[in-house]
């Protein structure tokens, strides 16, 4: 497992080198002059002055080859420097240590809350295969997966709000235990737990027809039972991939509901440094999130084992 674990973290590096250098290419050849529009975005008229902006390049260390800017950042990004934002000058390093644990915090909770309620009602209607109520749980997934973010969040404000008057604007972020982070989680959730309710589901039905699902129960094992040690591990084993996609999918991809709710996460950070073409804080938000996405599909591979022997067996043989 050890070697296993050594070898994925070996293969990441030129992966992740390879990856900053596209994308700061992109951000370097394709997006812009992040100086002129520094300009841009200042109130009333603006006179460009090309003497003014060159030494603003200079100073700033944007007037040298595109090799030499991306070796000298890949120099500091070694070092654990992730550099200086081109607009505000602040480091990349704060602005992602103040924004990235929000993002962390909303995806997590978000994955469990889909976890704790998407798996139950999965198995309920799998064991009640073209019941009523497997009609009801998979129609309700398959609404509810149906209507976007976007649409969710400004309707529950409006409900809960002006409507009910039960609390406030939520608007802002005061920790994941204050009334502000209830409805982020829940158009969160919202959006996403059809997904685990369908794959849980499944993952029942496939279940159901194998031989030792059928001796427990012919043995008088109590459902509780043959579902909890017998149907469960094999039923999580694809549930827990699409969590970790998920996870992956809700921190990356939370920019929608951040922006909505005010939420000073990753996916606000986002929209507001890439339309400035902030060179720094756009590879190190990719970066994050790669390495975020090898990190999951890691532990991932890793629980495997604890839920399928045989996961363990098909590892070993890597190994060797």
Same mark, same amino acid.
């Given at each position: ?20 250098? !596209? +994308? ?8 812009? $002059? ?7 975005? /200042? ?52 602005? +992602?240590?103040?924004? !990235? ?29 073209? /019941? ?19 649409? +969710? ?14 609390? =406030? ?41 194998? $031989? ?38 809700? +921190? =990356?991809?939370?920019?929608?509901? /951040? ?12 929209? $507001? ?40 067996? !098909?590892?070993?043989?890597? /190994?060797?």
């Amino acid at each position: 497992m050890g070697k296993y674990v050594a070898q994925r973290i070996v293969y990441w590096i030129p992966a992740l080198i390879l990856l900053a250098l !596209a +994308v700061y290419a992109m951000a370097f050849f394709g997006a812009g $002059d992040p100086i002129k529009l520094m300009f841009l975005r /200042e109130e009333g008229d603006v006179t460009y002055d090309a003497q003014r902006l060159d030494a603003i390049r200079r100073e700033k260390g944007l007037d040298r080859p595109f090799l030499v800017q991306f070796g000298e950042y890949t120099w500091h990004l070694v070092q654990g420097d992730l550099g200086m934002s081109v607009i505000s000058g602040r480091s990349v390093n704060d602005m +992602v240590g103040a924004t !990235a644990p929000v993002s962390f915090q909303i995806g997590i909770a978000t994955v469990f809350l889909v976890a704790i309620f998407g798996i139950p009602l999965g198995i309920v209607a799998g064991l009640h295969h073209n /019941e009523w109520l497997d009609n009801l749980i998979l129609g309700s997934a398959l609404f509810i997966s149906g209507v976007p973010s976007y649409v +969710v969040g400004p309707m529950l404000m409006v409900f809960l709000v002006l409507g009910l008057g039960v609390m =406030n604007v939520p608007y802002g972020w005061d920790g994941l235990f204050s009334t502000k982070a209830i409805l982020p989680l829940f158009v969160m959730v919202f959006g996403s737990i059809a997904i685990i309710i369908r794959q849980t589901r499944s993952g029942v039905l496939e279940v159901l027809s194998e $031989d030792y699902v059928r001796t427990a129960r012919a043995k008088g094992v109590p459902e509780f039972m043959v579902i909890m040690r017998h149907m469960l591990r094999p039923v999580l084993t694809p549930v827990v991939t699409v969590l970790g996609q998920m996870l992956i999918g809700i +921190v =990356n991809g939370a920019i929608i509901v /951040e922006k909505v709710f005010g939420i000073p996460g990753l996916g606000r950070l986002t929209i $507001d440094f890439t339309y400035g073409v902030d060179y720094p804080v756009i590879v190190a938000i990719t970066l994050i999130g790669a390495f975020l996405v090898m990190a999951l599909n890691l532990l991932v591979d890793i629980t495997y084992p604890l839920l399928d022997p045989r996961a363990a067996q !098909a590892m070993t043989g890597v /190994e060797e």
